[in-house]
């Protein structure tokens, strides 16, 4: 499906068209037909064509409506001639718009609204395809609009829309193009090298058609200025250089976005966004070889006399075998570009890896010296604090040790203190028990003298007295104790 976008400053005029005798002004006047009413109205603005990117846009179920466009209407033929080449189906249009350019003075478009879907199919499927003029070499191209919009800003109206791109509006650029992409299925010819079709309405306000037509001229990058491989944007005309030079070509396309660019010298149409070329040439499935494909006539009669469809229109062997070999050149030039470009591109990845190889080397060997030097470091660190723990510990245990020994010392000296005290002691007590076991024994021995005259006159004498030693001492207890 197609998009259609308008960039005008003015507004629909009604126009009066004359038709067999009769007068039809878009605002007031009436016809006894199936639209009583249809509406005739001219307006001036700058059309910009985009087509859907998401699937095969050609002419199917899938892709109609009730909005057609006439891509260009040659400007000898009038308003009125133009609804005479409806014929009767103009009884079934709801509006006819008449676009103008005052660019382009020899062509005009045409908007045309249909009361429903099947007037719409029956419209396009006996005018499209058709000459306007049986003496004259135009044809009439139809394309179904998903949309219609009109801006007065240039930047909106040549803004492709999401999942769309821009196509040339010039009748000769579009059929060039293969069908999938134009939408175009019937041709005159193929528009290859140097046509009269041409020069014969697009020539004046198509750049594209201009270089293609006048070899007088020599076209130059408009960038560099180089004259070799040279390709012009399909879209505005843009002359840049091919990637083999400076590639201004295709830095035009990644600006813009304009999708298709002609090949001067072969005047084979490249996709940068598909890749591929998108001429009328295109590849047989049965044996990968390209041939000219063929259109199928439009028209529902057995011989219409309009497209040509019952004649060859297949082009010339020489011409044939001439643009293949310009594509079979074209390609070998562009493998032979691609492999030198990859041979030096892993080239300079092998002379990088060996470089940095080399400069890695003593890096590496520094980082792990640097790396082994501070794990020993690290290690030396830890076996440092380690050493200073255990000395730590050394010295408290030292201290400790220190202070029990002089504690143990001083016990023992207390010990022997008291041992010697307790010995003293049990010796002063064994005296005292001495002396008081003789007086005990004395007092006794007194009581028992029943004659006290028996010790007047007596004399006291001292007895001998044998201090017994410690050892006896303390058997003397243990025996005592045990006694106990």
Not at 171 to 177: A, G, K, N, S, T
Not at 197 to 213: E, G, M, P, Y
Not at 360 to 379: G, H
Not at 421 to 432: P, Y
Request: hydrophobic share 30%; aromatic share 8%; charged share 25%.
């Amino acid at each position: 499906m197609f998009v259609l976008r308008v960039h005008s400053v003015d507004d629909n005029h009604p126009i009066t068209i004359e038709e067999a005798g009769f007068s039809t002004v878009s605002s007031t006047a009436t016809r006894s037909s199936a639209n009583p009413n249809p509406k005739f109205s001219e307006r001036r603005g700058l059309v910009h064509l985009f087509r859907g990117t998401s699937q095969s846009y050609q002419q199917n179920p899938n892709s109609r409506s009730t909005c057609i466009f006439v891509v260009a209407v040659p400007n000898y033929l009038s308003s009125d001639e133009f609804v005479r080449f409806c014929g009767s189906h103009i009884d079934h249009v709801e509006e006819l718009i008449f676009i103008r350019n005052d660019a382009m003075e020899d062509r005009y478009s045409v908007l045309i609204k249909l009361v429903d879907q099947l007037t719409a199919d029956e419209f396009c499927s006996n005018l499209n395809g058709k000459r306007f003029s049986p003496a004259e070499a135009e044809v009439c191209h139809m394309l179904f609009m998903l949309s219609v919009e009109y801006t007065e800003l240039a930047e909106i109206a040549s803004t492709p829309p999401a999942g769309f791109t821009e196509l040339p509006t010039c009748p000769i650029c579009l059929e060039r193009l293969d069908p999938d992409t134009s939408g175009i299925l019937s041709t005159i010819c193929d528009h290859s090298f140097q046509c009269s079709c041409t020069a014969k309405w697009t020539v004046l306000s198509c750049q594209v058609c201009r270089f293609c037509h006048q070899q007088d001229e020599r076209p130059t990058c408009s960038v560099c200025g180089t004259v070799e491989n040279l390709w012009v944007c399909l879209i505005c005309g843009f002359v840049g250089c091919g990637r083999y030079k400076e590639g201004h070509a295709v830095r035009h396309w990644k600006d813009t976005q304009h999708w298709y660019s002609l090949d001067l010298r072969t005047q084979q149409i490249w996709d940068y966004v598909g890749d591929n070329y998108v001429h009328r040439l295109n590849q047989s499935k049965a044996d990968g070889k390209l041939v000219e494909m063929n259109s199928p006539c439009m028209s529902h009669e057995a011989h219409c006399g309009t497209c040509e469809c019952s004649e060859d229109s297949g082009i010339s062997g020489a011409l044939f075998n001439s643009k293949v070999e310009a594509i079979v050149d074209e390609y070998n030039h562009l493998l032979a570009t691609q492999l030198e470009t990859q041979r030096q591109y892993y080239e300079s990845l092998l002379a990088e890896a060996k470089s940095k190889r080399e400069s890695l080397i003593p890096e590496t060997v520094e980082k792990a010296v640097a790396s082994k030097m501070q794990d020993i470091q690290n290690e030396l660190e830890i076996c440092e604090e380690a050493k200073k723990a255990v000395a730590d510990v050394n010295s408290k245990l030292i201290k400790n040790q220190e202070i029990m020994r002089k504690k143990f010392k001083e016990i023992e000296e207390r010990e022997i203190t008291s041992l010697r005290l307790r010995d003293a002691t049990i010796l002063d007590l064994e005296e005292q028990i001495r002396d008081l076991t003789v007086y005990i024994e004395a007092q006794k021995t007194l009581t028992n003298m029943t004659d006290s005259d028996d010790i007047k006159g007596g004399t006291v004498l001292p007895v001998s007295y044998q201090q017994s030693s410690p050892t006896n001492t303390r058997r003397h207890k243990k025996s005592s104790r045990r006694k106990n």
